[in-house]
């Protein structure tokens, strides 16, 4: 820098002494970087296929729609591939669907400038009126480890019973198809199998840990929607799925499952944003409260609730069912102290089980808009969301409950990994190891993506899913794992990477 000073300087003063110098200078020139070829080192893309579950459809904002889809991950890898990729595109940018003409599923969300909110707008796509023709993208919404190798999966009579998935109904090529038998119809060349597993412990927390480890159980048959799936389950799916996928010679990319309770939608609640006054704090306290801290107090359990304060950020009230029940005790001891029977049975019910939330509590995004609305057949005061009334286990993840979500992916990950290394056909792309980076700050070109909800831009507005600029990301990590096992150049080759500002972080409500 100081060279450039001194050299301005020197230029100033010539200036100074003699006016009839020319000051035009001619313009320095950037000098071109030199133009890198790219070179595949022999990998085939002719048949291209992406099998997985939301992310590989492009899912954003809560939906699937036309501009998601041609910014999801697979699409962006075709195009540089420079190979023809088929997606079962909706009908149009609204998202959502409809089945004999009801809808299903809502449309997708936009921002309106305080948060995320719904387009108001009717969806248009027919799950009863099939996509014709050979397909690329087996992206599947909502689809566990074991759906994709299930009769029935894309059958649509099945679709309004639970049976089976809409989104494959659309495209499934009969009514006992699998999604496997049909990618695997297309004679893939090159895969990418991601999120396998994703689903497999998503519903359990989007349920707010009210579903059940499956851990044990070998008989997804008789798992619910929110049950967390066996990882021998998981394991034997898996790895008979990459068997299938390279038995032809095909090359492709795995990747691992996140801890997906880092994702936005699991992280933006706070587990203390109770805002109350001197007067409110003080009455719920001599009223409720603190009769009830008093008796846990007397059964040895002084620190399950607190004394409310008048501040900005009291804590969230939640039912632990991990807790012992002390709710006869409770309505006992109120009735002694002369609470009337009703009121102290109530109290007893509300609170046996119930503690304030800690820093290791997670809850889940849509409880934002239930803190403090009244709970419907409960009497004031006892009625208040979160405050006089426990949060019901749909809201929160304990601790618990985290750590069932966790045990399970890491064991999903442990044959992920497995499998990669005992086959040589597949390279492994580390998307855990991703969105762990994002929760401070990940480089993408001049930006840095971060998992807060909206203003992070890798996080969409659902909290859940991807922007399409987190899906560019996507992309070039995987181009970058293909690079490190098969010799490609896509991270050194000109324009071999996707670039950020081609890929939105969010989408306006006039697209439809």
């Known amino acids: 820098m100081k060279n450039y000073k001194y050299i301005g300087l020197f230029l100033l003063s010539l200036g100074v002494i003699s006016c009839d110098v020319n000051n035009d200078l001619d313009p320095i020139l950037e000098e071109a970087a030199p133009v890198v070829q790219l070179n595949t080192n ?24 036309i501009k998601g889809q041609e910014n999801s991950f697979p699409n962006i890898l075709a195009g540089k591939f420079g ?34 909110t719904s387009l108001q707008a009717t969806p248009t796509t027919e799950v009863t009126n099939s996509v014709s023709g050979n397909l690329n993208n087996f992206g599947i919404p909502g689809a566990k ?90 394991a034997s799916v898996f790895s008979n799925m990459v068997t299938a996928l390279t038995s032809g010679g095909a090359k492709g990319v795995i990747a691992n499952v996140p801890y997906i309770t880092n994702l936005a939608h699991f992280i933006t609640v706070p587990y203390n944003p109770v805002p109350l006054d001197s007067g409110t704090a003080a009455q719920l306290n001599s009223q409720l409260l603190g009769p009830v801290i008093q008796i846990l107090t007397a059964l040895g359990q002084p620190d399950r609730i ?29 009735q002694q102290a002369g609470v009337p029977a009703a ?32 709970q419907p057949g409960i009497p004031a005061p006892f009625n208040t969301v979160g405050v006089t009334y426990p949060l019901e286990d749909k809201w929160a993840i304990t601790p618990e409950e985290q750590l069932a979500i966790k045990t399970a992916t890491d064991a999903y990950n ?50 859940v899913h991807l922007t399409g600029r987190g899906y560019a990301l996507m992309a070039n990590k995987i181009m970058a794992a293909m690079d490190t096992k098969f010799g490609s150049n896509f991270t050194t ?13 969010n989408y306006s409500p006039a697209l439809r």
């Open 83 to 116: 190979t023809d990729f088929s997606q079962p595109l909706m009908n149009d940018n609204i998202g959502g669907l409809l089945f004999g003409g009801n809808v299903i599923q809502g449309p997708r969300l936009y921002f309106n400038g305080a948060g995320p």
């Open 145 to 234: 480890s074991f759906h994709f190798v299930a009769e029935g999966y894309g059958n649509v009579q099945g679709v309004p019973l639970g049976l089976a998935n809409p989104y494959f109904a659309r495209m499934a090529s009969s009514s006992t198809a699998t999604v496997l038998g049909d990618a695997m119809a297309q004679n893939p060349t090159f895969f990418t199998l991601s999120e396998i597993g994703g689903n497999d412990v998503l519903g359990y927390a989007l349920s707010g840990g009210s579903g059940v480890d499956q851990t044990g159980n070998l008989n997804p048959a008789t798992y619910g929607s929110s049950d967390i799936t066996d990882p021998n389950v998981f």
């Open 414 to 463: 442990t044959t992920i990994a497995a499998v990669a290394s005992a086959n040589p056909n597949v390279a492994l792309v580390d998307f855990k190891g991703l969105l762990e980076q994002s929760a401070t700050g990940i480089a993408f070109d001049q930006y840095t993506l971060t998992t807060s909800l909206v203003t992070g831009g890798l996080i969409s507005l659902d909290g």
């Open 343 to 374: 009121q102290a049975q109530l109290m007893g019910s509300l609170y046996g089980q119930a503690r304030h939330a800690t820093s290791a509590d997670l809850f889940v995004l849509p409880l934002s808009s239930a803190i403090g609305t009244a």
């Open 493 to 505: 080759a000109t324009n071999g990477l996707a670039k950020a500002d081609d890929h939105p972080t």
């Open 42 to 65: 022999g990998l085939d893309f002719s048949s291209y296929v992406s099998i997985g579950a939301s992310f590989t459809a492009g899912f954003t904002d809560n939906a699937l729609f």
């Open 306 to 334: 607190a004394l409310l304060e008048a501040s900005s950020s009291n804590k969230l009230l939640l039912r632990d069912e991990n807790l012992v029940d002390f709710s006869a005790q409770i309505s006992g001891a109120l």
